[in-house]
């Protein structure tokens, strides 16, 4: 499977270096390394769930009991969450991190994909969502932190664009 | 069958003692009649999410006690969520679900739970060992009480009559409520 090993790595170190200790995901394909990352690591809280806007729940909890969090989905899970984003995390302030891989965009081949990728970042402007492209290793640390700086001093939702030229290696 | 607002009563002793999230419209604005404090939080949107809250702060303050106060329209809109408390079963939280077969706050009509869909035996099968129906409050404060005790999850589910308050928004900002609570948390 060529999604990178590398970067995940590269994401993975920069959530904990971050402060993050409870990562709530739904797999997807981009996500695989990540989610081993999180589940071999004794200081970090996997939530597995059954559908992603659990997750903006869980996060708000762990939040106000003092908890950072992150949330790991696709951008058709982002698709799935939009009311428990607008409902419980913008109505309620609650600062939250979203990492979603951006599926659908150029390059994309699986059919299925596409009509997911066509409308998010629309969709994220739309909810007025500070959002950021994670396309290459030399900036994920320094955006990673950063869009958490915003969440917290905002107190809102913030996300960043796992894109295919950081998540994904081409076979030769 | 028992009324929310007597079973609230009933139980009371046992919020204030625990951190306590609750569900919108009715469950919220009964609470609040009885006596709001800085450890209760109203989830007065987001319909489903109440449990996932509570899972949220039960997994990040092991040591706390939680007490969800779910419904069962909510419940029906979240039912993967009790999977996911089943998966990570945590030892601090009590789920209790009203169920007045009902969306008693947008006009009343009748939910799943009416014609005969079963929460505790979904949560059981979900997972949760410990998950049961009463119809009393008596029942409900014994069942509440040995859930505290077990010290394991529980979703009790509690039969009540499809009454409510007269108005749901009550003097308790939004706001307000979640940053008293988010210090209450920080302080104990």
């Not at chain 2, 009790?82 to 789920?95: C, D, G, I, S």
Request: charged letters at 20%; aromatic letters at 6%.
């Amino acid at each position: 499977m060529p999604v990178s090993t590398s970067s995940s790595r590269v994401i993975y170190d920069a959530l904990k270096a971050s402060g993050i200790r409870l990562v709530s995901a739904l797999p997807e394909t981009w996500l695989v390394h990540l989610i081993r990352m999180a589940e071999e690591d004794p200081e970090m809280l996997l939530i597995r769930l059954a559908k992603e806007e659990e997750g903006v729940g869980i996060s708000a909890g762990a939040h106000l009991a003092g908890v950072k969090s992150a949330m790991l989905m696709q951008n058709h899970g982002f698709l799935a969450s939009i009311n428990a984003i607008v409902s419980c995390a913008q109505l309620y302030r609650i600062p939250l991190l979203m990492l979603i891989s951006y599926r659908g965009e150029f390059g994309e081949r699986d059919p299925w994909q596409t009509e997911g990728g066509s409308v998010t970042e629309d969709l994220l402007r739309a909810l007025r969502i500070p959002f950021a492209y994670l396309d290459s290793p030399a900036h994920v640390a320094s955006r990673i932190l950063k869009a958490q700086t915003l969440a917290g001093s905002a107190n809102k939702p913030v996300a960043l664009l796992l894109c295919r030229d950081l998540m994904w290696e081409e076979p030769a | 069958m028992m009324r929310r607002l007597d079973a609230l009563n009933a139980i009371y002793p046992r919020l204030q003692e625990s951190i306590v999230v609750t569900i919108m419209g009715a469950v919220a604005a009964e609470l609040q009649s009885i006596g709001h404090q800085p450890n209760f939080f109203y989830l007065q949107h987001a319909m489903g999410l109440a449990s996932s809250m509570g899972l949220g702060i039960a997994l990040s303050r092991p040591s706390k006690r939680v007490i969800v106060l779910d419904g069962d329209g909510s419940v029906l809109m979240n039912l993967g969520g009790l999977t996911t408390l089943a998966r990570y079963q945590p030892k601090n939280l009590v789920h209790v679900v009203f169920d007045n077969e009902s969306l008693l706050s947008v006009g009343g009509f009748p939910t799943a739970t009416s014609t005969g869909s079963d929460l505790a035996a979904i949560a059981h099968a979900s997972g949760i060992q410990h998950a049961c129906t009463v119809t009393e409050v008596e029942a409900l404060v014994v069942a509440v009480n040995d859930a505290i005790a077990r010290r394991e999850l529980a979703t009790i589910v509690a039969k009540v009559e499809a009454v409510g308050p007269a108005a749901f928004v009550t003097d308790l900002g939004l706001l307000e409520n979640r940053f008293e609570f988010q210090r209450w948390l920080r302080q104990h």
